[in-house]
């Protein structure tokens, strides 16, 4: 997940150039043998003058190249770039995505977070895991939050595979 301070109008000569950016658009509830389950659903950010990734929203990313801590080239810089004041912002300083009950929250400062049933965030593999002891968690970053009827194990992020298809010509 991450959440910038910044509008990004476009990826190119960026530290995540080449790199998908997804939004969060909405949810498919399923309900399966009496149990809530649902998939949170996502789109490409276009990179168009409506559609970029905006200061204070959360969004998905896949870069190219994984970001190793402590490695040459961690620390990403972002030239000629403006941070606006964000305004109306959640508890930890940045914007919500709200659809049909399930959120998706920035998280600008790093924060802690106490053990939750409801929170849920992005662990390896497109997974969404829950808290079960309490935890600090970095700033730049997003969380999912699950109604009340979800539970929290029935809950997934569906992302579109980008892989090629053909179809052989008869």
Do not use: W
């Not at 709200?98 to 965030?121: C, I, Q, R, Y």
Request: net charge negative; hydrophobic share 40%.
């Amino acid at each position: 997940t991450i959440c910038l301070p910044f509008d990004l109008k476009s990826l190119v000569g960026t530290p995540y150039q080449g790199a998908s950016v997804l939004k969060f658009v909405g949810v498919e509830k399923i309900k399966e043998n009496g149990v809530n389950k649902a998939e949170l659903q996502f789109e490409e950010v276009e990179f168009s003058a409506t559609d970029y990734m905006k200061a204070g929203v959360p969004y998905l990313i896949k870069v190219t190249e994984n970001i190793q801590p402590g490695t040459l080239g961690f620390e990403k810089v972002f030239k000629n770039v403006t941070c606006p004041k964000l305004t109306e912002t959640n508890t930890y300083g940045g914007y919500d995505v709200e659809k049909d009950g399930f959120a998706f929250h920035a998280v600008m400062n790093p924060s802690h977070f106490p053990a939750s049933k409801t929170n849920l965030f992005m662990v390896a593999d497109n997974r969404l895991a829950t808290l079960y002891q309490d935890a600090d968690i970095n700033g730049l970053r997003g969380y999912f939050t699950a109604p009340a009827n979800y539970d929290a194990s029935k809950v997934r992020v569906r992302i579109m595979d980008k892989t090629a298809t053909s179809v052989e010509t008869v």
